[in-house]
């Protein structure tokens, strides 16, 4: 990359440790090394040129205490003071040339104190428990001293005889990782044995009051961690020089420090051409993470993705300020090892480094070395398998997310924070797969949310724009909707893998569910009966339905709702539901709605993404994973979901109009739209029906016709609830038995029709001034339901004055026997139907009393070809309903004699049957029994 090159301690097949030691046993610590080795590697920042300044004849001396966190560079300043006291020449030259590159005049004109010896450690080792045991061993008069210590019986050396050794050789003591030092000290018990940390107070004391008194013979440097350790506040008694490394450039000088001690040529580099390569990169950081930041800033903020190529300032943030702030990090040093290996292993491919291009499923070093820096246990590489599972789902998953190496890798990065700030939003997750080329929003938008769903450990995407990281735990929302996205789950007859839960068909099922509780919700009772077809209904449209739905249980207009989309407009409608109709329904059929989907709708059982919200909510429902609180706490946002689609999905309906059940693919249906939604369909179809469809006078035709021939209700409902034969004029819409009933009601309020219920003729009265008045009057004597409503008479009024008029009741028709054994009954109560005997023909009404006919009676014809129908075998009293079907008798038959037997029941059960029959009916009655046999 514009030929980049890193220095060549970088590039060997093993990488050194970055990590500074002023002393080591094989005499490499950076105290051990020539000046001009150390030098090369240091940049001058504000904190090494203060430590410099400290050492300068122009300033006045003070106890020197570096302080900051591991990997701050503490030790390494300590070796530049170290060169700079034992090479003043060397490192004053080194000032003077970084003071030409920089065009600092402090550093051009840089002078050193010279004239003393530089005694350097790393006293945390605790090579010398007694610390003036290192003065004696460097310091050239050591031995001369220890000699005067010994005879003066002492328990630490006194002051006169330190100031006096350092007289004779003034000195530099520079004592690194002091606060481990003096921390690891202790007393041994009793009064003979070594005090060490009370005489170390006491020498430490003694050692900053000389370096602030009589600079001019000791200067003393030393390093802690923080400002809270007995070890600090020795020194600060005298009121040091601390270098804290907070300087306002800190953060700047830190990055210059880096790029200075991995590479050997970037500051040849030429700006324009750093810009060139990160330019794209520069803008969409001002767009995505500044989007309230004014044009004037821009400038700046480019600047510094400038400053720290090939690194992103991103990537340099996460490393500092949030990964290797973990009590196991070396911060800097491992920074510097890391950074190397990222450069060595995706410099060259890429325009800028970024989080994402630390490849969680890479086989580079720098990953390593970054899981070994911070893992103070087994969790942030357990953290990392995670992420590659993750990787290896959403890769297996076949879904196009083009950047899922780069973008898991990046939030993984983002996720190794010890602290509650860990991850990344998504804009800050878009700019580091950013290269050369910005990436449009939408696509990055969408690439992400497939990521998501496939990603069961991403968390945090329940908040929008929110951060996005990686934990151990599965993301409950993400395991949902990763299980929804996998149909092999969800097929009938799945196959369940080891330790693997499938759910074949339950989908479907929990899809069906939920639309007929949008239709019909649960405090809701409609006047049709809603019906969900299944993704069979063409076939076998029953065999999946409750009982209740079975075509044999329909008391009232049904709305079957229809799954597929039927091509073809209105003709391909007719061609597909007549010759279903005439297939799939043998009674009832005018009382069918079909619901269909929106002309632009997918079939429901078809659409990937309805299946996938249905299956998301199933997960979260009670039914399925709801019992835990985890996933029962989603369930209200999924459903949601599912619901929203399913409520606008259906907008028209369809109603037989003409019906021919010899060539059903002529049959044809009305097709009406509807606006309305949800729970409001069911009642909107009706209301259309009634507007829209239904013709008033049509209806009061049909209903005169059979008031002229003095029929039933009951088979005047029977009729409507089939469609006409062909070439007997359009289907009547069924609105339903009461509705139906009220019509008629209406009707006879007119005056054009009258009612004998219970042997009462009711018609209009003279009185009634209004049609309402006469529907009130007429509802409040004539209104029946079930089978009351059924036995109710029709009439033409005739020469009736109106009014109420009594009537006979209808005597019972003599019965011919004609013996249809039925099963026995095994139940206390006998048969679940009750059986009634036909309704007989109206009766001529005495003189004086006035009927439909005029009070004369009307001759019935002689009968004619007599026949005779019984079952083959004993069967249900339902079924036994169906024999009128099979042999063909018309609902308006007139059954002279109707004989039902049963066998091997109680008395009591008996009783119960005739129980049932309503007391306008009259029969006669004959048992069959053995006296004295079996009870």
Request: hydrophobic letters at 35%; aromatic letters at 8%.
């Amino acid at each position: 990359m514009l030929e980049l090159k890193l220095r060549g301690e970088f590039l060997g097949e093993h990488m050194p440790g970055t990590a500074i030691s002023l002393r080591t046993f094989d005499n490499q610590g950076a105290a051990q090394k020539s000046p001009e080795q150390i030098l090369s590697i240091t940049y001058p920042t504000a904190d090494v040129q203060t430590a410099l300044k400290a050492l300068s004849t122009k300033t006045r001396r003070r106890p020197i205490v570096l302080l900051g966190d591991r990997g701050r560079g503490k030790s390494h300043i300590m070796a530049v003071m170290h060169h700079a006291v034992q090479s003043p020449e060397i490192v004053e030259n080194w000032m003077r040339d970084w003071g030409a590159r920089l065009d600092s005049e402090e550093l051009k004109s840089a002078s050193l104190v010279k004239g003393y010896i530089a005694i350097s450690e790393p006293v945390h080792n605790h090579e010398y428990p007694l610390l003036w045991n290192l003065l004696f061993d460097r310091h050239p008069k050591g031995e001369y001293y220890r000699g005067q210590f010994a005879a003066k019986k002492q328990p630490f050396p006194p002051r006169t005889l330190l100031e006096k050794m350092f007289e004779e050789q003034p000195t530099c003591l520079i004592l690194d990782e002091f606060q481990k030092w003096f921390d690891g000290l202790s007393n041994e018990p009793g009064d003979e044995g070594v005090k060490y940390s009370t005489w170390a107070e006491n020498f430490i004391q003694n050692l900053s009051e000389i370096a602030n008194d009589r600079p001019e013979i000791l200067i003393l440097a030393i390093s802690v961690l923080d400002n809270t350790t007995d070890a600090f506040q020795q020194v600060h008694r005298q009121g040091p020089l601390v270098i804290d490394f907070q300087t306002p450039s800190a953060k700047q000088d830190r990055q210059k420090l880096l790029l200075h001690r991995l590479f050997e040529n970037r500051r040849n580099i030429p700006d324009d051409s750093i810009a060139a390569a990160a330019s794209a990169y520069a803008n969409e950081r001002f767009r995505l993470l500044y989007p309230n930041k004014s044009d004037s800033e821009k400038d700046r903020i480019r600047q510094e993705v400038f400053n720290c190529w090939p690194f992103s300032p991103e990537l340099l943030t996460v490393l500092e300020d949030h990964i290797l702030l973990s009590a196991a990090a070396q911060e800097t040093r491992d920074m510097i090892k890391i950074l190397a290996q990222a450069y060595r292993s995706r410099g060259e491919q890429v325009p800028i480094l970024t989080p994402a291009d630390f490849l969680v499923d890479g086989s580079s070093d720098q990953v390593q070395t970054l899981i070994d820096s911070i893992a103070d246990s087994t969790s942030h590489d357990q953290l990392r398998r995670i992420a590659q599972r993750n990787l290896e789902a959403v890769l297996h998953s076949e879904v196009n997310v083009p950047n899922a190496r780069e973008l898991i890798s990046a939030i993984w990065m983002r996720s190794l924070s010890p602290g509650k700030g860990n991850g990344g939003n998504p804009s800050a997750i878009h700019l580091d797969i950013t290269r050369g080329t910005p990436i449009d929003d939408n696509a990055f938008q969408a690439e992400l949310a497939l990521l998501i769903e496939n990603s069961v450990n991403i968390h945090g995407d329940e908040v929008p724009d929110g951060p996005l990281w990686f934990t151990v735990s599965e993301n409950p929302r993400s395991r949902v909707r990763a299980t929804a996205k996998n149909p092999k789950l969800w097929q009938i007859g799945a196959t369940p893998a080891p330790g693997q839960s499938i759910y074949p068909g339950l989908d479907v099922a929990y899809l069906r569910r939920t639309l007929r509780h949008i239709l019909v919700p649960e405090t809701t009772q409609p006047t049709s009966r809603v019906i969900v077809l299944g993704p069979n209904w063409k076939t076998a449209p029953w065999s999946d339905l409750e009982e209740n739905d079975q075509p044999d249980k329909w008391d009232r207009p049904i709305l079957l709702v229809v799954p597929d989309q039927l091509e073809g407009g209105t003709s391909g409608i007719n061609a597909c539901l007549g010759p279903w109709l005439a297939k799939h329904v043998q009674k009832r059929r005018n009382t069918i709605r079909f619901l269909l989907p929106a002309s632009d709708a997918l079939s429901l059982y078809q659409d990937e993404e309805l299946l996938y919200c249905a299956r998301c909510s199933f997960l979260c429902s009670r039914e399925g994973w709801g019992s835990d609180f985890t996933y029962n706490a989603l369930h209200r946002d999924f459903d949601r979901q599912l619901r929203a689609a399913l409520k606008s999905r259906f907008n028209r309906f369809a109603v037989l109009r003409k019906w021919d059940y010899q060539q059903p693919q002529y049959c044809t249906f009305e097709v009406e739209k509807i606006s309305e939604q949800g729970s409001d369909i069911p009642s909107a179809v009706e209301k259309k029906l009634v507007s829209d469809l239904f013709d008033p006078s049509d209806f009061q035709a049909f209903v005169l016709k059979r008031a002229k021939e003095s029929d039933f209700v009951g088979s005047l409902m029977d009729d409507l609830i089939e469609p006409p034969p062909p070439g007997t004029g359009e289907a009547i819409p069924f609105l339903g038995e009461t509705f139906v009933y009220e019509l008629i009601l209406r009707i006879v309020a007119t005056g054009a029709a009258v009612l004998n219920v219970e042997g009462k003729w009711i018609s209009r009265r003279t009185e009634d001034a209004t049609d309402e008045e006469a529907f009130r009057y007429i509802r409040g004597q004539a209104f029946r339901s079930g089978q009351e409503m059924r036995r109710v008479q029709l009439g033409l009024p005739g020469t009736v004055g109106g009014g109420t008029v009594t009537v006979p009741k209808p005597a019972p028709a003599t019965p011919v026997t004609t013996p249809a054994p039925a099963s026995p009954a095994t139940g206390a109560t006998g048969p679940a139907t009750p059986l009634y005997p036909p309704c007989p023909a109206p009766v001529a009404t005495p003189a004086g009393t006035f009927g439909p006919n005029g009070g004369k009676e009307t001759p019935l014809p002689p009968p004619s070809n007599v026949k005779t129908k019984k079952s083959d075998s004993p069967a249900t009293c339902i079924n036994l309903s169906g024999c009128f079907e099979t042999w063909a008798v018309p609902t308006s038959q007139q059954i002279e004699t109707a004989r039902i037997e049963f066998s091997g029941l109680s008395a009591q059960q008996i009783k119960q049957i005739l129980q049932r029959i309503p007391s306008t009916f009259k029969a006669t009655l004959e048992i069959t029994y053995t006296e004295g046999g079996p009870s």
